[in-house]
T-cell receptor, first 113, second 113 residues
Framework: EAGVAQSPRYKIIEKRQSVAFWCNPI?????LYWYQQILGQGPKLLIQ????????DSQLPKDRFSAERLKGVDSTLKIQPAKLEDSAVYLC???????????FGSGTRLTVV | GENVEQHPSTLSVQEGDSAVIKCTYS??????FPWYKQELGKGPQLIID?????GEKKDQRIAVTLNKTAKHFSLHITETQPEDSAVYFC????????????FGSGTRLQVQP
């Protein structure tokens, strides 16, 4: 089975610029998550989708972050405008549903300068 | 919401020794507790998980124990090998379909050859 695909792997942008990340989950996985992992910390949830609906976006900084999951498959996460503190690895994960662990992608490392 | 604390933050052992990582959680409704291993430049990988209806689970050299009364769970790695060196994260939730995993802050395990 193919894993969770993410792109790009690395991105360097200047503050106040915009950036977008893409995720393709494992086929058939209904649930998709975006996590932010700051260096030396555990992953922190940004948003959870069930099919193409949002389950939890309570920790998403909505003034600058947005996410969508088109047709319940691929997902994009956007930051506009970026701040220095957004420098982190952005992880996408998917799960077949209840009671199952996640499969994570390799992440996108964002550096904001 | 859920809060997961993880200790120690770093752990160094000699090859062949055992390693133990401990986590506590705050929400008594949590009933699913996975452990992830993260190698440099990669996303977290699920290595073992436990549900609240069991107290212990083993898979070759790794085992997880759960004490629901005390709200803590632990990862045990026996006969450690250099390839066990990585960052380990514990996590907790009540149901991955309804609520995303909350992760601990991670333990960097170094196995000295």
């Amino acid at each position: 089975e193919a894993g969770v695909a993410q792109s790009p792997r690395y991105k360097i942008i200047e503050k106040r610029q915009s950036v977008a990340f893409w995720c393709n989950p494992i086929s058939g996985h209904a649930t998709l998550y975006w996590y932010q992992q700051i260096l030396g910390q555990g992953p922190k949830l940004l948003i959870q989708f069930q099919n193409n609906g949002v389950v939890d976006d309570s920790q998403l900084p909505k003034d600058r972050f947005s996410a969508e999951r088109l047709k319940g498959v691929d997902s994009t996460l956007k930051i506009q405008p970026a701040k220095l503190e957004d420098s982190a690895v952005y992880l996408c994960a998917s799960s077949p549903g209840h009671w199952y662990g996640y499969t994570f992608g390799s992440g996108t490392r964002l550096t904001v300068v | 919401g859920e809060n997961v604390e993880q200790h120690p933050s770093t752990l160094s052992v000699q090859e062949g020794d055992s390693a133990v990582i401990k986590c506590t959680y705050s929400d008594s409704a949590s009933n699913y507790f996975p452990w992830y291993k993260q190698e440099l430049g990669k996303g977290p990988q699920l290595i073992i998980d436990i549900r609240s209806n069991v107290g212990e689970k083993k898979d070759q050299r790794i085992a997880v124990t759960l004490n629901k009364t005390a709200k803590h769970f632990s990862l045990h790695i026996t006969e450690t090998q250099p390839e066990d060196s990585a960052v380990y994260f514990c996590a907790a939730t009540m149901d991955t379909g309804r609520r995303a995993l909350t992760f601990g802050s991670g333990t960097r395990l170094q196995v000295q050859p």
